[in-house]
């Protein structure tokens, strides 16, 4: 799996919109930007996932640059609930497993 | 939301003993997977199931590890002989299909301690 790139950590003041960047450089056509959070204690949760376009779900938006060479999860206002573990995960088509990375630690100020 | 379910939420056991830990994937799921996440450190993929086979397996998982499904809700990981390095949260998780645009779920984890 192709590698990807995250700041270690980053902070948000709550009800604030949170960007959490990641870089992917090395990203091949048939790769999916997949993001993943753990809260603390817990198993890793499924966040969104996309190809090329932007996505948008219930939890999250997914900003996908032209290129495919680095993406953003917006979180689009931060919540207390929201302070966890941010992984950005590539999976080719094909693949199987997943490979976590160190991913973002996100801290929500209140 | 149907969700993957783990048992025991956590495990002590002596070096040297077996244990078995237990998962129920999400029902109409075909794939399943087990990681393995050291206290502070990242999550590791450790082996991926389908049809009741194992399809791919990391460097960690050697002849110590097995996976089954015995039925056909169940999926276990025996850890033969457990040594203090394998002390870490265990995950398993399950997917739909094993394709790059499947997401995957996850249970919340047996914290197992070889003491």
């Known amino acids: 799996d192709a590698k990807t790139t995250q700041p270690n950590s980053m902070e948000s003041n709550e009800e604030e919109p949170v960007h959490l960047p990641c870089n992917h450089s090395?990203?091949?056509?048939?790769?999916?930007i997949h993001w993943y959070r753990q809260l603390p204690s817990q198993g890793p949760e499924y966040v969104i996932h996309g190809l090329t376009s932007n996505v948008n779900n219930r939890m999250a938006s997914l900003a996908i640059a032209e290129d495919r060479k680095s993406s953003t999860l917006i979180l689009h206002r931060a919540t207390l609930r929201d302070a966890a573990v941010y992984y950005c995960?590539?999976?080719?088509?094909?693949?199987?497993?997943?490979?976590f990375g160190t991913g973002t630690s996100l801290t929500v100020i209140p | 939301e149907p969700e993957v379910t783990q048992t025991p939420s956590h495990q002590v056991t002596q070096m040297g003993q077996e244990v078995i830990l237990r998962c129920v994937p999400i029902s109409n799921h075909l794939y399943f997977y087990w990681y393995r996440q050291i206290l502070g450190q990242k999550v590791e993929f450790l082996v991926s199931f389908y049809n009741n086979e194992i399809s791919e397996k990391s460097e960690i998982f050697d002849d110590q590890f097995s996976v089954e499904r015995p039925d056909g809700s169940n999926f276990t990981l025996k850890i033969r002989s457990t040594k203090l390095e394998d002390s870490a949260m265990y995950f398993c998780?399950?997917?739909?299909?094993?394709?790059?645009?499947?997401?995957?779920?996850f249970g919340q984890g047996t914290r197992l301690t070889v003491v």
């Open positions: 998780a399950s997917s739909e299909r094993g394709t790059g645009y499947t997401e995957a779920f």
């Open positions: 995960i590539l999976r080719d088509v094909s693949g199987n497993q997943f490979y």
């Open positions: 090395t990203i091949s056509g048939t790769d999916y």
